[in-house]
């Protein structure tokens, strides 16, 4: 079992920037493929980005690759979404994961953060 915390979440202009942070309080979190995931307003959660185990590897949604950047701290059971260039169309609560499944989803889930993009 992996307890995690999202934070960072707040409102923004477009074209801001804001930093978001996900925090594990058992140190198996290391040992997992972690990502984070939103859910806009009347729409389905998405996947955002996800970072390897040992952070080696990352992938991201086309939607927002190259504005954002998913990285991880396991000495301090912390993964993080550094967001640039917001649109109105990132306004969404913020999902931090962990541990991919055999369905495609993930195995621990945080509460999530709530992220306004004004334009």
């Known amino acids: 079992q992996v307890h995690l915390v999202e934070s960072g979440g707040g409102s923004v202009q477009a074209g801001g920037s804001l930093r978001l942070s996900c925090a594990a309080s058992?140190?198996?979190?290391?040992?997992?493929?972690v990502g984070w995931f939103r859910q806009a307003p009347g729409k389905e959660r998405e996947f955002v980005a996800s970072?390897?185990?040992?952070?080696?590897?990352?992938y991201y949604a086309d939607s927002v690759k190259g504005r954002f950047t998913i990285s991880r701290d396991n000495a301090k059971n912390s993964m993080y979404l550094q967001m640039y260039s917001l649109k109105p169309e990132d306004t969404a609560v913020y999902y931090c994961?962990?541990?991919?499944?055999?369905?495609?989803?993930?195995?621990?889930w945080g509460e999530g953060t709530l992220v306004t993009v004004s334009s």
């Open positions: 994961a962990a541990d991919w499944n055999n369905q495609g989803t993930m195995n621990y």
């Open positions: 970072i390897s185990w040992g952070g080696g590897t990352t």
């Open positions: 058992e140190r198996t979190f290391s040992m997992y493929s």
